[in-house]
């Protein structure tokens, strides 16, 4: 079975910190992924990465950074967190579209609920 | 703008009882939509994935419809158990399958 880890399940950071959220996969996925997700607005991807290195902006990547060093792991940056920042973050992975086609499904690890106080 | 809208928002059904949920879609070009399954605390599971020229997938008790024609989709849950109790989300995929646009789920609850 695939397994996608996050670092931390709860996390509570103060304004301007700066926060990493750690995610490793198994499965060596070529594709990860960082989403939050908030009540009412469902999941929205923030960054994507289809390969070690690269890194691809989502639909709200403002106030984010990436990094890809090594193909299991995916980190988000939060470079100085803000309160609208307060979420649940959501990492997956999934085989490459390119490679494998399109059906691929997303892996998804469990989630860090993040607080910015 | 591409967008999922799921209905309905919430439901609660007794134990046995068969519930479906609905999904109507405007995410242009189609590649493919899936069903995840979210339990409290945890990260969605997907249920099933279904392309263009599928209009039906079954994954034990779970059953997917998809009309491509009038942009619907529904899941069908079968004999329901207390364990079915969660979100389900409904995603459509454009893109090639790179570019995920999902609805906001229905909350399932199933009570005794």
């Known amino acids: 079975d695939v397994k996608v880890t996050q670092s931390s399940r709860y996390l509570v950071k103060r304004t301007g910190e700066k926060v990493f959220l750690e995610c490793v996969q198994d499965?060596?996925?070529?594709?990860m992924f960082w989403y939050r997700q908030d009540p009412g607005l469902g999941l929205r991807l923030i960054y994507f990465?289809?390969?070690?290195?690269?890194?691809e902006k989502g639909d709200i990547p403002e106030g984010y950074s990436v990094s890809r060093e090594k193909k299991e792991r995916f980190s988000l940056i939060l470079e100085s967190a803000s309160t609208n920042q307060t979420s649940m973050y959501l990492c997956?992975?999934?085989?490459?579209?390119?490679?494998?086609?399109?059906?691929?499904?997303?892996?998804f690890g469990d989630g860090t609920r993040l607080s910015i106080l | 703008k591409n967008q999922v809208e799921q209905s309905p928002q919430s439901l609660i059904i007794l134990e046995g009882k068969n519930c479906t949920l609905q999904c109507n879609y405007t995410v242009s070009p189609f590649s493919n939509l899936r069903w995840y399954k979210q339990d409290t605390g945890r990260g969605p599971v997907s249920l099933t994935i279904?392309?263009?020229?599928?209009n039906t997938k079954s994954n034990g008790r779970y059953t997917a419809t998809l009309d491509a024609d009038t942009k619907q989709s529904s899941l069908h849950i079968t004999a329901s158990q207390l364990s079915d109790s969660a979100s389900y989300i409904c995603?459509?995929?454009?893109?090639?399958?790179?570019?995920?646009?999902f609805g906001t789920g229905t909350q399932l609850k199933v009570e005794l």
């Open positions: 995603v459509v995929t454009t893109g090639g399958g790179n570019k995920l646009t």
């Open positions: 499965m060596d996925h070529e594709n």
């Open positions: 990465s289809y390969d070690v290195k690269m890194k």
């Open positions: 997956a992975s999934s085989w490459s579209h390119a490679k494998w086609g399109g059906n691929q499904p997303q892996h």
């Open positions: 279904m392309t263009f020229s599928e």
